[in-house]
């Protein structure tokens, strides 16, 4: 309808870039997991989101309410970093 292009310019800048990256990431896989495997490709991939939530909690970035890290949550993203690890490296 008519309410589409009014919602179009309303969304922020960092939601169209979830889609560029969504797009990437789809190019992206086809390409990684046929050289790298399906489970190593989903540990990192993982491992990556992990890494880049724990930024945006850290920070407040996107909008998103702030939690520092803990040394608590850097064992936990250091272990699943070291868990990648092992699977790639498998």
Do not use: K, N
Not at 32 to 45: D, E, R
């Amino acid at each position: 309808g008519r309410a589409w292009p009014a919602a179009v310019s309303t969304v922020s800048w960092w939601a169209w870039m979830g889609g560029v990256v969504g797009c990437g990431m789809v190019v992206l896989a086809t390409r990684a997991v046929t050289v790298m495997g399906i489970a190593s490709f989903t540990a990192v991939t993982v491992a990556v989101q992990l890494i880049a939530s724990a930024a945006i909690d850290q920070y407040g970035w996107v909008g998103a309410e702030v939690h520092p890290l803990t040394v608590t949550r850097a064992v936990g993203i250091l272990l699943l970093g070291a868990g990648a690890t092992l699977v790639v490296r498998g």
